[in-house]
């Protein structure tokens, strides 16, 4: 899957060098110089996080991350920082105001590419420097859904503390639950097809005691399974998502 990624920043020589850097690395990149007209793109266009500067045109980088918190369909957007800012004062400011991660000017390319990968696949575990920690302890999710609930399983996964793999199919999250190690699985459950009977067929097959959280898109019943199935009914906010993954997740039994 390639992530479209938003770069805010002032600076054209900045931009280019980001821009150059996370399109060598598979990212589609857009470019913006103030807060204004990234708020407008992003209600536009699907973007999966934003890289912004402090010093905006307009307004500050803190401002422009609490209109985007603010604003429930942008909300889950993840939002890294990337300024010559370096106080402790001007970092905490950055924390209160909805940041994912906080880098600093001048920046390594390999710190922001494990950043960008962090606040995509999971949530991110800062380094030294008085940085806030988040402890990775939310258990391990695998997802197959597809288009805007990409962005919102995301999004709930990162606010439940979850790590999280996407894959677009089924079958291929029910193989790799099969061979790896997962706390839950999510999973769309469509009008059309019986993906509830598949996979209630393919854990019985297999003998996996494996939670699942159905994202319903229908009134059918879910099958009972000792409470180990779940539901969320579409439409969903994230924070009504994070709590039913946090609340499946917590059931499993992990040590």
């Given at each position: 899957?390639?992530?479209?990624?938003?770069?805010?920043?002032?600076?054209?020589?900045?931009?280019?060098?980001?821009?150059?850097?996370?399109?060598?690395?598979?990212?589609?990149?857009?470019?913006?110089?103030?807060?204004?007209?990234?708020?407008?793109?992003?209600?536009?266009?699907?973007?999966?996080?934003?890289?912004?500067?402090?010093?905006?045109?307009?307004?500050?980088?803190?401002?422009?991350?609490?209109?985007?918190r603010a604003d429930a369909s942008?909300?889950?957007?993840?939002?890294?920082?990337?300024?010559?800012?370096?106080?402790?004062?001007?970092?905490?400011?950055?924390?209160?105001?909805g940041a994912d991660a906080w880098?600093?000017?001048?920046?390594?390319?390999?710190?922001?590419?494990?950043?960008?990968?962090?606040?995509?696949?999971?949530?991110?575990?800062?380094?030294?420097?008085?940085?806030?920690?988040?402890?990775?302890?939310?258990?391990?999710?695998?997802?197959?859904?597809?288009?805007?609930?990409?962005?919102?399983?995301?999004?709930?996964?990162?606010?439940?503390?979850?790590?999280?793999?996407?894959?677009?199919?089924?079958?291929?999250?029910?193989?790799?639950?099969?061979?790896?190690?997962?706390?839950?699985?999510?999973?769309?459950?469509?009008?059309?097809?019986?993906?509830?009977?598949?996979?209630?067929?393919?854990?019985?097959?297999?003998?996996?005691?494996?939670?699942?959280?159905?994202?319903?898109?229908?009134?059918?019943?879910?099958?009972?399974?000792?409470?180990?199935?779940?539901?969320?009914?579409?439409?969903?906010?994230?924070?009504?998502?994070?709590?039913?993954?946090?609340?499946?997740?917590?059931?499993?039994?992990?040590?």
């Amino acid at each position: 899957m390639t992530h479209r990624v938003l770069v805010v920043d002032e600076s054209d020589a900045l931009t280019r060098i980001v821009s150059d850097l996370l399109a060598r690395n598979g990212f589609e990149v857009v470019t913006v110089a103030g807060a204004d007209q990234a708020l407008e793109l992003l209600r536009q266009q699907e973007i999966d996080v934003v890289i912004s500067d402090v010093a905006l045109r307009g307004t500050d980088g803190f401002a422009f991350a609490r209109r985007i918190r603010a604003d429930a369909s942008l909300s889950g957007v993840p939002i890294v920082y990337l300024t010559a800012r370096t106080s402790m004062e001007d970092e905490f400011q950055g924390w209160l105001s909805g940041a994912d991660a906080w880098l600093a000017k001048p920046f390594r390319a390999r710190e922001l590419l494990d950043t960008l990968r962090r606040v995509l696949h999971g949530p991110v575990e800062s380094g030294s420097s008085g940085r806030l920690a988040v402890v990775r302890d939310g258990g391990r999710v695998i997802a197959a859904v597809t288009g805007p609930r990409v962005r919102l399983v995301r999004a709930a996964c990162r606010r439940a503390l979850c790590e999280l793999e996407l894959v677009p199919r089924l079958d291929t999250a029910m193989s790799r639950a099969d061979r790896e190690k997962f706390d839950l699985l999510v999973c769309e459950s469509l009008p059309a097809g019986d993906v509830q009977g598949q996979v209630s067929e393919f854990l019985g097959r297999f003998g996996l005691a494996l939670p699942v959280l159905f994202l319903l898109e229908h009134t059918r019943p879910l099958p009972d399974d000792s409470g180990r199935r779940h539901a969320v009914r579409l439409p969903a906010t994230v924070e009504e998502l994070a709590a039913a993954i946090a609340a499946a997740v917590g059931r499993a039994g992990r040590p």
